[in-house]
């Protein structure tokens, strides 16, 4: 079964509906509704991007690929999270395991019983993750 990635239509919807509230105040307003507009368009790209400086220090202060729990995330994860989203629920940058480039992009997330979680990226959006979980003696012994 195929899939629609909405990444395509989001690098036009995103500047078209800007567009399209910054007309449609202008018509409405005049000139201090385009100002209005302009206003809130800004104050919603600071606000993502705050979201986004937020995410990637809390993932600066941690081990990179480290989870809490890696059968708690495997169980959170679904089809078109984008990386940033991936991120914010694993509070850790993941271990690359393709090189840098390739596509698809996998990366992997540890916890300290010996589960991983390994994501496959698309595009910057999560198309298949799975989780390896350690045999049952291999498990008493990890740290």
């Known amino acids: 079964m195929k899939t629609?990635?909405?990444?395509?239509?989001?690098?036009?919807?995103?500047?078209?509906?800007a567009l399209v509230l910054i007309v449609l105040a202008y018509r409405s307003y005049g000139w201090p509704g385009v100002?209005?507009?302009?206003?809130?368009l800004v104050m919603w790209a600071l606000l993502h991007f705050t979201r986004m400086l937020q995410v990637?220090?809390?993932?600066?202060?941690?081990?990179?690929?480290f989870v809490d729990s890696a059968v708690m995330?495997?169980?959170?994860?679904?089809a078109g999270m984008t990386l940033l989203q991936v991120l914010a629920l694993t509070r850790a940058l993941g271990e690359s395991v393709t090189s840098q480039g390739e596509q698809p992009e996998v990366f992997c997330w540890r916890d300290a019983a010996g589960s991983t979680v390994d994501c496959q990226f698309?595009?910057?959006?999560?198309?298949?993750?799975?989780?390896?979980?350690?045999?049952?003696?291999?498990?008493?012994?990890?740290?």
């Not at 909405?6 to 078209?16: K, M, N, S």
């Not at 100002?35 to 809130?40: F, V």
């Open 56 to 65: 990637m220090q809390r993932a600066a202060r941690r081990p990179k690929g």
């Open 73 to 78: 995330l495997n169980a959170k994860l679904h």
């Open 122 to 143: 698309r595009a910057g959006r999560l198309q298949s993750w799975s989780l390896v979980r350690p045999p049952d003696g291999e498990a008493d012994a990890a740290p």
């Open 4 to 17: 629609l990635n909405p990444a395509p239509f989001q690098r036009f919807l995103v500047p078209l509906g």
């Open 35 to 40: 100002a209005a507009a302009l206003g809130a």
